[in-house]
């Protein structure tokens, strides 16, 4: 079991340069407005019918599917055992998620009924960038920085800010957008620590609890399974070095959010950076703006000025964009042409 995102059932077209599939029907659900204009652009080249669907897939849409042995999912709803079944009923046997992470599937009981579930690889270059913006801001307290500028106070912070080559950063999980991170820190000349169950690249590999004893920093890059859920629990959060900043743009259940709060709100961490948070479904990608947040913890950790937030938006990027559309066809068109492996 790696701790390394994984690059199950994804096919890239350089190494599917002739597919020999006549056309083939695929029904995309939870399709937003600049995917569903990237999949019509694409859709000819490869000789596939695209059926958009804005809404995301339930037993009350799976009719949409039905002809199509290949439907295409987003990341942002959980799909139910209930609709996996009625999606088998309807002859869909192929699951493409528009996702690197599976867990608002159920993989193992959609193989059980006869479903292969693929994900997609995109640029690891999205999410990466992202993690080192969000190490830069976390540092350099850039959010009380910039909650004051807004209301015209412009005087210094308290805090001083802090340098990345003073620090020691731990990144845990080095499959391809760790990696990808790792890369990036070598220039800011800061001591790197990496842990995952599976090393695979040039790297410090040490326990994960000795990266976390010794890490100013610490991200996280796996995906969430039940081996994964709250990595960060309580007891390895009372271990991490007083003062640490934790950076999370993997899944928001990896963090322990309960525990997290509470290192926060007593000073024992130095701050957060969190682009996922544990029961952020529902809320992100919602307009909240006029309506109470029912998440307790959200609200809490909003409240803090050490604490940065975002929408789950690491990986949207243009280019991100294109490679997970053109990778969930080419899946799609894998598995019609037998090459897909689940």
């Not at 007083?242 to 709100?265: K, M, P, W, Y």
Request: one cysteine or more; glycine letters at 8%.
């Amino acid at each position: 079991m790696t701790y390394s995102e994984p690059a199950h059932g994804t096919r890239s077209l350089a190494s599917s340069p002739s597919l020999t599939v006549s056309t083939v029907g695929i029904t995309i659900y939870g399709c937003g407005r600049d995917e569903a204009v990237l999949f019509r652009e694409m859709a000819p080249r490869f000789d596939v019918t695209p059926t958009i669907v804005d809404a995301a897939v339930s037993e009350a849409n799976v009719e949409l599917a039905r002809g199509n042995r290949c439907i295409s999912v987003g990341h942002k709803t959980h799909v139910s055992n209930a609709t996996l079944r009625a999606l088998g009923q309807a002859g869909v046997r192929y699951i493409s998620t528009r996702s690197i992470g599976y867990d608002h599937i159920d993989v193992e009981y959609a193989e059980s009924i006869g479903i292969v579930v693929g994900n997609i690889a995109y640029s690891p270059d999205s999410v990466a960038d992202y993690t080192l913006m969000l190490m830069l801001m976390a540092v350099r307290n850039a959010k009380s920085i910039v909650r004051r500028v807004d209301v015209h106070d412009y005087r210094l912070s308290e805090v001083r800010g802090r340098e990345l080559r003073d620090l020691t950063v731990g990144v845990v999980g080095t499959g391809r957008i760790g990696a990808a991170v790792i890369d990036r820190l070598w220039g800011f000349g800061c001591r790197t620590l990496a842990y995952d169950i599976n090393p695979t690249v040039s790297a410090d590999y040490v326990p994960l609890d000795d990266l976390l004893q010794r890490s100013d920093i610490v991200t996280l890059h796996t995906p969430l399974t039940a081996r994964t859920h709250h990595l960060l629990h309580r007891r390895r959060i009372e271990a991490m070095k007083e003062g640490a900043f934790v950076i999370n743009t993997g899944r928001g259940s990896l963090v322990d959010t309960e525990a997290l709060v509470a290192a926060l709100e007593t000073g024992r961490l130095g701050g957060a950076a969190l682009d996922v948070v544990e029961g952020e479904e529902g809320v992100f990608y919602a307009d909240y703006r006029n309506k109470p947040v029912e998440s307790a913890y959200l609200v809490r950790l909003h409240r803090l000025p050490n604490v940065f937030i975002s929408p789950h938006t690491a990986y949207y990027t243009d280019r991100a964009l294109s490679d997970t559309v053109e990778n969930s066809i080419v899946n799609c068109l894998n598995f019609e042409s037998g090459n897909q492996h689940g």
